[in-house]
């Protein structure tokens, strides 16, 4: 049985400390300074089989940043055991944690599930982008649950659950033909939208809504994914966001050009 994937950052006074432990994926760092580091998942064998358990554990330390790039999309393909995919994160104070997904393709013929765990803690914030897409081309897809469960130092901040089997789906008001959907979640603060497109001019299902608590949640979904032009922009502009805070302390302990050739 393979063991989980881990990632974890912590900041140091000259260069962050980044600890990997290899699964069915294995993280590459792209990119490193005094506060956190930019990593890429990449997989060791064919994923995903069915009867497989992807496991992603994440550690932010407080006041670290961690930007997980995934580098691939992922297909689950078709067998008689359910397949899984988990990312169980925690977020100290002051932390960030973004995660731009690859689309996930779920074959005809598979089980599936991907499921989120979150943990945050004082002013950490998280980013996080889900692209689904039920059936490879010529394909409706299997069946496919996720869920969301986000909670920060008070109770819970999110939680979700989207039953997308076929059952499910094929249920009148549901789906239909649509086969495509974006998601970019923002915990931890509430961002707007980069701009709201008249409804239905992207997609039939465009769905941007604040959470209750800090947070919010960008949906986008449609017949194909390359008709998408909303979520990658939103999670573009909301990334800047997010990081600002850590960009503004690294510009304040770096000297300008001009201090540094004067």
């Not at 013929?109 to 803690?121: C, N, V």
């Not at 889900?130 to 109770?155: F, H, M, P």
């Not at 497109?197 to 769905?207: R, S």
């Not at 390359?226 to 960009?247: S, T, V």
Request: net charge negative; charged share 25%; with cysteine.
């Amino acid at each position: 049985m393979t063991g989980p994937t881990r990632l974890s950052v912590v900041r140091t006074g000259s260069r962050s400390r980044v600890h990997r432990t290899t699964g069915h994926l294995t993280a590459r760092i792209m990119d490193q300074d005094a506060h956190g580091a930019r990593v890429g998942l990449l997989a060791t064998q064919a994923l995903l089989l069915s009867g497989d358990d992807v496991r992603i554990e994440v550690d932010v330390a407080p006041g670290s940043w961690l930007d997980v790039v995934e580098t691939t999309g992922t297909v689950a393909y078709e067998g008689d055991a359910p397949s899984s995919w988990t990312i169980d994160a925690t977020v100290g104070d002051g932390a960030v944690l973004t995660w731009a997904g690859k689309p996930f393709v779920v074959s005809d013929g598979i089980a599936t599930h991907r499921d989120a765990r979150i943990r945050l803690h004082g002013t950490g914030r998280v980013l996080m982008q889900e692209k689904i897409v039920l059936g490879r081309a010529g394909q409706t897809g299997g069946d496919l649950t996720t869920s969301l469960n986000a909670t920060d130092d008070t109770g819970p901040v999110q939680v979700e659950h989207l039953d997308l089997t076929r059952r499910a789906r094929g249920m009148p008001g549901v789906l239909g033909s649509l086969r495509s959907i974006d998601t970019v979640t923002a915990l931890g603060w509430s961002p707007e939208p980069p701009g709201e497109p008249e409804a239905g001019t992207t997609g039939p299902g465009e769905t941007y809504f604040r959470l209750d608590r800090a947070g919010a949640v960008l949906r986008w979904i449609g017949i194909g994914r390359f008709r998408d032009r909303l979520c990658d922009p939103a999670f573009a502009a909301w990334y800047e966001e997010a990081m600002r805070g850590h960009r503004d302390r690294i510009a304040a302990r770096s000297p300008s050009h001009a201090e540094a050739v004067g």
